[in-house]
């Protein structure tokens, strides 16, 4: 069992740390469809939820040009 296991809070970290580009946006997201109940239909209806606190603009512009970074050795 790698250290990322055992440690949740350090996968958060280290995922957050790849997301270079519109990173708190990319990060809502992911928690959002991870939340959500069920298959996600659209990205747009994740901003209903509490989970995700931005709106649909933001939404479209993370996804558009958000960026991920290979994870740090």
Do not use: K, Q
């Amino acid at each position: 069992m790698t250290n990322t296991i055992r440690n949740p809070g350090r996968l958060l970290l280290d995922f957050y740390s790849c997301l270079t580009r519109h990173g708190d946006m990319l990060f809502e997201l992911t928690d959002a469809m991870l939340c959500e109940n069920g298959p996600v239909a659209s990205p747009v209806d994740l901003t209903l939820l509490a989970e995700l606190r931005r709106g649909h603009g933001a939404l479209y512009d993370a996804w558009n040009h958000g960026r991920f970074a290979r994870a740090p050795s």
